[in-house]
């Protein structure tokens, strides 16, 4: 069975400091993982997939196929950065994504 | 606009009651789901649909139904509300091939 675990509920750091939300996953095939988040008031949307390689505001993820892991990392978090962070795991064909619990970020000023 | 459209966003009712939370999408997509969220816990896929008249179980057990007889709709519905049912329910779908999911704004439900 495929599981996501985010170890952390709740992570603050101060602006400007670096930032990491950790995502293990255990899965039989071949991962596909993704980040998504859910910002104050808003809905909960996509920030970014390991299959792109890209970055976006900021952060990146590295999917570690060894230690069965997909933080999000960025080097200089910013007050705009805090909201709830779920990474999730899926297979594309198929579009169902199986969640972790979520990590709360809080970035102080 | 294209979007995917939840109603209602809160909903209170007692024991016994049958509900019908609705879900439409303006955005063309084949693929739908239901997941169920309880708070400060991860989202659990409940059912999902690959197009008209194609209706699964998720991973997570549920009493609630759900039907697709329109593309752009996908409604879920409880026949007789109970307390356990309290919980976020969240609508999305997404194109095939790419793995994204667009969400709704979630129906927050309780059951006295």
């Known amino acids: 069975a495929q599981r996501v675990t985010q170890p952390e509920k709740l992570l603050s750091v101060f602006k400007g400091a670096p930032v990491e939300l950790k995502c293990n996953y255990s899965?039989?095939?071949?991962?596909?993982l993704f980040w998504y988040v859910q910002y104050s008031r808003q809905r909960l949307q996509l920030l970014l997939r390991?299959?792109s390689r890209e970055s976006i505001k900021g952060f990146t993820a590295d999917l570690n196929k060894g230690e069965t892991s997909f933080h999000l990392k960025k080097p200089f978090a910013q007050e705009e950065d805090s909201a709830m962070y779920y990474c999730?795991?899926?297979?594309?064909?198929?579009?169902?994504?199986?969640f972790g619990q979520g990590t709360i970020l809080t970035v102080h000023p | 606009e294209a979007d995917i459209y939840q109603t209602p966003r809160y909903l209170v009712i007692g024991t016994g009651k049958k509900i019908t939370l609705e879900c439409s999408q303006t955005?063309?997509?084949?693929?739908m789901y239901w997941y169920q969220q309880d708070p400060g816990m991860e989202l659990h896929l409940i059912h999902y649909s690959y197009g008209v008249n194609s209706t699964e179980k998720g991973d997570l057990s549920s009493e609630s139904t759900v039907s697709r007889i329109r593309t752009e709709h996908f409604p879920l519905t409880l026949e007789s509300a109970r307390p356990s049912h309290t919980s976020q329910y969240l609508c999305?779908?997404?194109?095939?091939?790419?793995?994204?999911?667009?969400f709704g704004e979630g129906s927050r439900l309780t059951v006295l």
């Open positions: 999730a795991l899926g297979a594309v064909s198929y579009g169902k994504l199986t």
């Open positions: 955005m063309g997509h084949d693929k």
């Open positions: 999305a779908s997404s194109i095939p091939e790419q793995g994204e999911l667009f």
């Open positions: 899965y039989s095939g071949s991962p596909e």
């Open positions: 390991h299959i």
